[in-house]
């Protein structure tokens, strides 16, 4: 950590979406260690997620009016300006009132206006981007901003620096052998088993969801030990068996204890996910969700290149793909043993911190402009 003067005030600006608000709060939680005494306020949306999370955690949070960015000709184009005009008025008065000195964005619908706002008052831009591929909000942040800081390297931004994922401490500080035990006990789960985690997110993935459904009894009599946590609405009664505990969670509160038990994971290839799992040094078997543009696949592209992990496409995982890919994986030792090692060397366990600095430092440069002037 690098010894620099502290921001009295920060407005984080970004929500909707778990991957937003997550790595947003991950940064909050930094920069309080750091400096007790700084200002950290949040500017979302009453519809995102951000509107339960932030203020749970103890900081402030401000709203601004949710505008869509339409992608073609519409109605709503036309309804664009107004929007716009009252969403960045509602974002300049958040940095007004709390005077924000510097104004970090995630993306998503609540970055645009916050960067129009601290550009026309002068107020230093930090921007951070989770997926590979960036948003519309962050690819016009990234053109004014102090710092562009990235989770993947394949990312294409300007003047923009890999730092990867901001995660929470319980994840980033996790050391897996020696909360195992308690682990196993909190799952129900048994020491002498290979653990398989399957997760789709807090929503589920119905396609992991029916391939394990199907071969419950299989995996079971195979030795191998499933922890499948389907998303809430969405769990089902597995059918018994005599070998392998097979367990189904609708939600895992503690996701820190799932990982810990876990040999290998069976996800989406979300940005967030991709981060865990590389900084925890967990092999996984990533199925990416074949809508959007394509991100998924990005986020993953590194790993997978370095050895730890296995792309699948949604349509190829199948319960015969278990049959043939899985099984054969989980109850290798050595090949997991390899595939976490190199998972590990893509891990950021410190880039809360490392993004921290940068808020830190556009502070300081701002301040040092001032003090020119």
């Known amino acids: 950590m690098i010894p620099l003067s502290s921001p009295t005030s920060v407005l984080l600006a970004g929500g909707g979406s778990a991957g937003h608000v997550s790595p947003l709060l991950a940064l909050a939680d930094a920069l309080r260690r750091r400096h007790p005494d700084v200002r950290v306020t949040a500017l979302g949306t009453q519809e995102g ?3 339960r999370l932030v203020p749970a955690r103890g900081y402030d949070l401000r709203f601004v009016p949710k505008v869509p960015l339409p992608r073609r000709p519409s109605a709503d184009l036309l309804r664009l300006p107004g929007r716009l005009k009252a969403a960045v008025d509602a974002a300049g ?27 026309r008052r002068r107020v230093p831009i930090v921007v951070h981007e989770q997926n590979a591929r960036p948003g519309l909000a962050n690819r016009l942040g990234a053109r004014w901003a102090s710092a562009v800081a990235t989770t993947f390297s394949s990312t294409s931004l300007p003047h923009a620096q890999r730092v990867g994922m901001p995660l929470r401490r319980e994840v980033s500080t996790l050391d897996r052998a020696a909360v195992r035990s308690e682990a196993l006990e909190h799952f129900g789960l048994e020491p002498q088993w290979p653990t398989v985690l399957v997760t789709g997110g807090s929503l589920g993935a119905q396609r992991l969801n029916d ?28 059918e018994s068996s005599s070998g392998a505990p097979y367990v189904v969670v609708p939600y895992a509160d503690r996701m820190e204890l799932a990982y810990a038990v876990a040999d290998l994971v069976v996800a989406r290839s979300g940005a967030n996910t991709v981060c865990e799992l590389t900084a925890v040094g967990l092999p996984a078997v990533y199925v990416p969700l074949p809508v959007g543009n394509g991100e998924q696949v990005l986020n993953a592209s590194d790993v997978v290149a370095a050895g730890g992990g296995v792309l699948v496409d949604d349509a190829a995982f199948t ?35 490392t993004l921290a600095d940068l808020v830190d430092r556009a502070a300081q440069d701002a301040e040092q402009g ?3 002037s």
């Open 49 to 51: 997620l951000e509107a």
């Open 93 to 119: 008065a958040a940095i007004d009132e709390t005077g924000a000195e510097v104004v970090v964005g995630f993306g998503g619908y609540v970055s645009t206006p916050a960067y129009l706002a601290a550009r």
């Open 211 to 238: 391939a394990f459904r199907a071969r419950v009894a299989r995996l079971s009599e195979s030795g191998v030990q499933v922890l499948h946590v389907t998303g809430l609405g969405k769990e089902f009664v597995p």
């Open 319 to 353: 319960p015969e793909w278990i049959d043939t890919v899985l099984l054969p994986l989980a109850t290798d030792r050595d090949r997991l043993t390899a595939m976490a090692a190199a998972a590990r060397t893509l891990g950021e366990p410190t880039a809360d911190e």
């Open 370 to 372: 001032r003090n020119r």
